[in-house]
């Protein structure tokens, strides 16, 4: 079983619409939470980074770390072609260490 | 402030050659990283360095891969000799002292033939 599970998608959705991404994982030692996005032949992008359970939000971009369940969440608000992308969860048991990565899920915004 | 650099972009190489690939941190961070993805798996951590200093090596896959980090600063990833299996994106990132965030840089695509 994989540490950090995300369904690779893709996942197409209409212009505006709200993007719920998700991702699993199994080992409860995590704390710290990351989305990163990623663009064809470019390097990961950090757009979020939760500490330990709880929300967050900057812009039309909110995340949601539930460790009870453990599982975390990338709400996309007013989705745009621009964020048509891969975004990939990414955690860490603390800081200034390794982090452990989904698969990324591949996100298409049809204008 | 410059991003993560690395160099080169793009490498060609047969089976049994050696490529040395080049990270660039950011200014300041102390932190320096290298992953690898694998064409269809996830990224995967090789290695961290704290300044000049190997901190975790664990994701090494074997001792054909040799990383350095010269006084601190940029770091140097070797692969002696390459293997077929060792193609991939290797991504270096990098980050400040106490702090979770990591930037990565935009990758270096290895194809061994």
């Known amino acids: 079983q994989k540490e950090v599970e995300q369904d690779p998608g893709p996942l197409s959705v209409p212009e505006g619409a709200i993007v719920s991404l998700n991702c699993t994982y199994s080992?409860?030692?995590?704390?710290?939470f990351m989305w990163y996005r990623q663009y064809s032949r470019k390097g990961p992008e950090l757009l979020m980074y939760t500490y330990s359970s709880g929300n967050k939000e900057d812009g039309r971009f909110t995340a949601q770390v539930d460790k009870s369940s453990k599982y975390i969440s990338l709400f996309i608000r007013d989705s745009q072609p621009s964020d048509s992308a891969t975004y990939l969860c990414?955690?860490?048991?603390?800081?200034?260490?390794?982090?452990?990565w989904g698969a990324g899920t591949k996100l298409i915004i049809k204008p | 402030e410059a991003g993560v650099t690395q160099f080169p972009s793009h490498s060609v190489i047969e089976k049994g050659q050696t490529v040395t690939l080049r990270c660039d941190p950011i200014s300041g961070h102390d932190n320096l990283y290298w992953y690898r993805r694998v064409m269809g798996k996830e990224i995967k951590f090789l290695l961290h360095?704290?300044?000049?200093?190997?901190?975790?090596e664990s994701g090494m896959p074997n001792n054909r891969f040799l990383a350095e980090r010269t006084g601190g600063t940029y770091s140097t990833l070797k692969v002696q000799p390459a293997e077929l299996e060792d193609s991939g994106v290797y991504f270096c990132?990098?980050?400040?002292?106490?702090?979770?965030?990591?930037?990565f840089g935009p990758g270096t695509r290895l194809t061994v033939l």
């Open positions: 360095f704290v300044k000049e200093s190997k901190q975790d």
């Open positions: 990414a955690m860490s048991v603390d800081s200034n260490y390794q982090l452990i």
């Open positions: 990132a990098s980050s400040q002292e106490f702090r979770t965030e990591q930037f």
């Open positions: 080992n409860s030692a995590f704390q710290y």
